[in-house]
């Protein structure tokens, strides 16, 4: 495995809070990336040096990053309004800390302005392509990410984005964000590590509650489980109760409940399930990654719930770095850049233009970065190496870890 240094409508990459298995920064230098890939220096660490002080970050229209001879695009919607463009700004400042702390790989970043729109990103990939681009960082945004692809597949020009709309991966189209599929995989197979055999679900009835319900129903019976009933609740006031009630008169059958919602959802239907009779602390509560969250952990009837996610120390370890640099706090998306544009500085470094081959992209080993190990498979998507936690205050505990390497032959 290769190490490197040290996101529903609109899809993009969603993890809110602290999640990641840190290495250095300094341990940039992937080794050859077929067979057995194993870190090159993976033990060094920044030599010490006088106290960073903050800078402010670069404006929009910031000129390319890096002087290298190797182009690589980098589209975001830096200019868009609101949260877009402020993880879009933080993941740009992330690209050029990793930069920075490759030691100026022989990269050059074009950055590209998608504005958060399909016509954007297809007009910045197209530049970034006359202009040289190898290889393309971004977009941001599942419809932002087709638009780029519709111009890089036929250069032959593969992409490394951000999505968490597994819809628009494909081959050489690659998403390194935390798809929702990854999640549920994670949380049934450990349940069912555990003897957990008969599952029930609430699921919200949105686009995100249609793909975790499809990859619910899938990793149940690989896993040997059944399903014993399955809800539906649309997202407004007082709509859960009926669905819950209808779940609870199976909750005697079910080993778990799986709720795969956010906070402000999830405490309401736990409520909702005591209302209805079930008694929470015989029934084991699973979650997806959108349970990372302190509400969670300190809502009432969660306590004990099982959900994935990748274990904390590398984004406290990226945050501290960051806030040296820029004098704030990055956006948790942030760490999806720089795990990106360390991974191809890394290739560039060892392998040059090679490395960025399907052969190579999706070694079987895969990579390890601020989040924890990955690999992208040949369809686009990707697995990564998830922690299980449980929810206790102040901020849940490691029940299982994350694993370190992908088992071979996996």
């Not at 890096?66 to 400042?93: D, E, H, Y």
């Not at 990793?98 to 729109?117: H, R, S, Y």
């Not at 929470?280 to 990372?292: A, F, I």
Request: with cysteine; net charge positive.
């Amino acid at each position: 495995m290769a190490r490197l240094p040290r996101h529903k409508t609109g899809m993009m990459a969603r993890r809110p809070l602290l999640r990641g298995a840190v290495l250095s920064a300094a341990a940039a230098a992937l080794s050859a990336c077929t067979g057995s890939l194993d870190s090159l220096n993976s033990n060094a660490v920044p030599a010490p040096g006088p106290e960073p002080q903050p800078v402010p970050p670069p404006g929009p229209q910031a000129g390319p990053i890096g002087g290298g001879a190797t182009r690589i695009a980098l589209i975001l919607p830096i200019s868009a309004q609101g949260n877009a463009g402020v993880a879009a700004q933080s993941m740009k400042n992330a690209a050029e800390m990793a930069i920075a702390e490759f030691k100026n790989p022989d990269i050059q970043l074009l950055v590209k302005d998608d504005a958060g729109t399909p016509q954007g990103a297809q007009q910045g990939a197209q530049q970034a392509l006359d202009e040289g681009a190898r290889l393309i960082v971004g977009p941001l945004f599942a419809q932002s990410v087709g638009a780029a692809a519709q111009v890089a597949r036929p250069r032959g020009v593969p992409i490394i984005a951000f999505s968490t709309d597994a819809n628009v991966a494909a081959r050489g189209v690659y998403l390194l964000s935390f798809l929702p599929e990854s999640d549920v995989h994670r949380i049934v197979s450990y349940a069912v590590s555990r003897g957990k055999r008969a599952f029930a679900a609430l699921v919200p009835d949105n686009a995100y509650g249609a793909v975790v319900e499809a990859a619910f129903q899938q990793a149940v019976a690989r896993s040997g489980g059944r399903v014993v009933a399955l809800e539906r609740y649309p997202l407004s006031p007082g709509a859960m109760q009926e669905p819950a009630r209808r779940i609870a008169q199976a909750a005697a059958r079910a080993d778990a409940i799986f709720i795969p919602d956010n906070a402000e959802n999830v405490p309401q239907i736990a409520a909702a399930l005591q209302a209805a009779g079930v008694n929470l602390k015989r029934v084991q509560l699973l979650g997806t990654g959108l349970w990372d969250d302190p509400r969670i952990f300190t809502a009432p009837g969660l306590a004990g719930g099982w959900f994935p996610a990748p274990e904390r120390a590398g984004f406290r370890a990226f945050s501290q770095r960051y806030r040296g640099r820029y004098g704030q706090d990055p956006v948790r998306t942030a760490t999806l850049s720089y795990d990106a544009v360390a991974l191809v500085a890394a290739l560039v470094k060892t392998q040059g233009q090679a490395g960025f081959s399907e052969q190579v992209l999706t070694n079987s080993s895969g990579f390890a970065g601020i989040d924890g190990v990955f690999r992208f498979r040949v369809d686009g998507t990707n697995e990564r190496g998830l922690a299980v936690m449980q929810v206790a205050p102040p901020d849940g505990q490691v029940i299982n870890p994350a694993p370190r390497s992908f088992a071979p032959g996996t």
